[in-house]
C-alpha cells in the first residue's frame, strides 16, 4: 500500500489529502513533524531530498515528491471521479487554473509568511537550502494577494466550480490555499460574496474536513 508523507496541519500535503481521499486511494500515513524539523533529517532526505511534504512512496518504491506528480499518478491509477477534466478543453483548463492559483495565491500566501514568521526566520523557503527573509516580500506577498482574490471573485460570480462545470483539482487547490490565507490574517470570504459561496460548497464535501 503507497506511503504518504504528511504533516497535518500544513497546507501542501492537505491538497494531496484531498485528491487521494476524493480518489478513494487507500493509504498508510506517516506524520513528518515539520514543526521540530523533521523534514530535514537524514531519514526523510533518504524519502525526499526535497525535504517538503507530500510525499508518496509507491509499492514499487518510487517516490511522488509533489502535489503536481501525485494528482497525476491519483488520475492515472484511479480516473474515476476525474479531477484534472476530462475533454481536452476541460483538462486545459484545470491545469491552467490549477497553476495559476499556486502562482498568484498559494505563493503570494506563502511569501507573507515565510519572511514574517518568527519560527521560519532563516527558513523563507522550503527546501534543503536556508534563505534570509526578506519583509518586503511580505508586503508584496499581501498585495499580490489582495490583487488575486478580487480578480477570483469576479471569476466566481455566477460559476459554481473554479475551472469546469464540476469539482477538479482548481477547486482543491483554490480551497486550500483561502484557507491558508487566514494564516496571514485575510479572510477571503469579506465582501466577496461568490467565493463565500463557493467555499460553502467545499465545505460540505468530507475530503475538505481531513
Ligand atoms: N511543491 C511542493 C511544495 C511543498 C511544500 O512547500 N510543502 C511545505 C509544507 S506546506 C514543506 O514541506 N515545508 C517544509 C519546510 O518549510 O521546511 C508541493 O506542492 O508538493
Not at 7 to 14: G, I, L, M, Y
Not at 72 to 90: F, H, M, R, Y
Given at each position: ?54 510525499a ?44 495559476r ?12 509568511l ?64 483561502l ?32
Open positions: 500500500m503507497p506511503v504518504f508523507y504528511d504533516f497535518t496541519r500544513a497546507p501542501s500535503p492537505r491538497r494531496a489529502r484531498i485528491v487521494l481521499a476524493e480518489k478513494g486511494i487507500a493509504h498508510e500515513v506517516r506524520q513528518v513533524d515539520l514543526a521540530s524539523g523533521e523534514q530535514l533529517s537524514d531519514e526523510y532526505r533518504k524519502i525526499n531530498p526535497a525535504c517538503t511534504v507530500p508518496l512512496a509507491l509499492d514499487d518504491g518510487a517516490v511522488l515528491t509533489d502535489n503536481a506528480g501525485i494528482a497525476a499518478w491519483a488520475e492515472a491509477v484511479q480516473p474515476d471521479p476525474p479531477l484534472l477534466g476530462t475533454t481536452p478543453i476541460e483538462k486545459a483548463a484545470v491545469a491552467s487554473w490549477n497553476s492559483i499556486e502562482g498568484e495565491c498559494f505563493m503570494a500566501i506563502a511569501e507573507v515565510r519572511n514574517t514568521a518568527k519560527g521560519m526566520a532563516g527558513r523563507a523557503l522550503p527546501g534543503p537550502n536556508n534563505y534570509e527573509q526578506i519583509p518586503e516580500l511580505a508586503e508584496r506577498g499581501r498585495a499580490r494577494l489582495l490583487h488575486f482574490l478580487d480578480r477570483f471573485e469576479q471569476h466566481m460570480t455566477g460559476r459554481e466550480w473554479v475551472a469546469i462545470g464540476a469539482f477538479s483539482l482548481a477547486d482543491v487547490t483554490a480551497g486550500v490555499a484557507d491558508f490565507a487566514g494564516w496571514v490574517k485575510v479572510d477571503a470570504n469579506e465582501g466577496r460574496p461568490a467565493i463565500a459561496a463557493w467555499r460553502a460548497r467545499l465545505a460540505g464535501r468530507p475530503s475538505f474536513g481531513l
